[in-house]
């Protein structure tokens, strides 16, 4: 038994296949992807969007009033301030300036109230100075002599009397060096070269040239005798 054909479908016919699928615009989405788009023209950061504002009612411009103009005036007084420094004007320096003088006179007034005032007729006294005791001069200690290097008994250049009387008798005695001395017992020039003399011949170094010393006298007694 053959089966019937399906409603609506052709006999011996191939049946059509659709070409596109038209369905029903979703408005809700497009709104979206509109609103996005003027957005991102207008430059607005992403998660913002546009808000319009309410219109106002009709007639309410008509309630708004006008703010009046500001002069000339009142737009130099900042500047004015401004130049005066710190923002004071010309009155407020003044009345700083009073203010200032007033407490250097104040100040003034106090200081000369603190300083007392000296009797007419009152004399200054000096201030007592420390009395220092003159210091007395101590004598000092006479200088010690210093030791003849040459003895005790030295003889020399411009000494006389007994003992030079006795150097020029024993010089006598020795040939050759006092030939023709004085005995006049003053130790002169020609008594200084005889005992120079005697001391070059017989070596005697201990005392000075031409002084009649320790060592000169215990060789010259030595060669003439006591």
Same mark, same amino acid.
Not at 23 to 49: D, F, N, S, V
Not at 74 to 79: D, G, K, M
Not at 144 to 151: E, K, L, R, V
Not at 172 to 185: C, K
């Given at each position: 038994?053959?089966?019937? %054909? =399906? #409603? &609506?479908?052709?006999?011996?016919?191939?049946? /059509?296949? +659709?070409?596109?699928?038209? *369905? !029903?615009?979703?408005?809700?989405?497009?709104?979206?992807?509109?609103?996005?788009?003027?957005?991102?023209?207008?430059?607005?950061?992403?998660?913002?969007?546009?808000?319009?504002?309410?219109? %106002? =009612? #009709? &007639?309410?411009?008509?309630?708004?009033?006008? /703010?009046? +103009?500001?002069?000339?005036? *009142? !737009?130099?007084?900042?500047?004015?301030?401004?130049?005066?420094?710190?923002?004071?004007?010309?009155?407020?320096?003044?009345?700083?300036?009073?203010?200032?003088?007033?407490?250097?006179?104040?100040?003034?007034?106090?200081?000369?109230?603190?300083?007392?005032?000296?009797?007419?007729?009152?004399?200054? *006294?000096?201030?007592?100075?420390?009395?220092?005791?003159?210091?007395?001069?101590?004598?000092?200690?006479?200088?010690?002599?210093?030791?003849?290097?040459?003895?005790?008994?030295?003889?020399?250049?411009?000494?006389?009397?007994?003992?030079?009387?006795?150097?020029?008798?024993?010089?006598?005695?020795?040939?050759?060096?006092?030939?023709?001395?004085?005995?006049?017992?003053?130790?002169?020039?020609?008594?200084?070269?005889?005992?120079?003399?005697?001391?070059?011949?017989?070596?005697?170094?201990?005392?000075?040239?031409?002084?009649?010393?320790?060592?000169?006298?215990?060789?010259?007694?030595?060669?003439?005798?006591?």
């Amino acid at each position: 038994m053959s089966t019937p %054909p =399906a #409603p &609506g479908r052709p006999q011996g016919r191939r049946p /059509l296949e +659709p070409t596109r699928v038209v *369905r !029903r615009r979703r408005t809700e989405a497009l709104a979206q992807l509109m609103r996005e788009h003027e957005e991102a023209m207008a430059g607005i950061p992403e998660g913002y969007e546009l808000v319009d504002l309410p219109r %106002p =009612a #009709p &007639g309410a411009e008509d309630a708004t009033q006008e /703010l009046p +103009p500001v002069s000339r005036r *009142r !737009r130099a007084e900042p500047t004015q301030r401004t130049r005066g420094g710190f923002g004071f004007g010309p009155n407020l320096r003044r009345a700083a300036i009073g203010v200032a003088v007033g407490a250097a006179a104040l100040v003034g007034f106090a200081a000369a109230l603190l300083v007392p005032d000296r009797a007419e007729g009152e004399e200054v *006294r000096p201030a007592p100075q420390a009395v220092v005791p003159a210091t007395v001069p101590t004598p000092s200690a006479p200088a010690p002599t210093p030791a003849d290097p040459d003895g005790a008994g030295t003889l020399r250049e411009g000494d006389s009397g007994a003992e030079v009387t006795e150097l020029q008798q024993r010089l006598l005695r020795i040939p050759d060096v006092y030939t023709g001395g004085a005995t006049s017992g003053s130790y002169d020039t020609a008594l200084t070269e005889a005992v120079a003399r005697f001391q070059l011949w017989y070596g005697i170094r201990g005392d000075e040239s031409g002084v009649y010393g320790d060592d000169t006298r215990k060789d010259l007694e030595s060669r003439t005798g006591s």
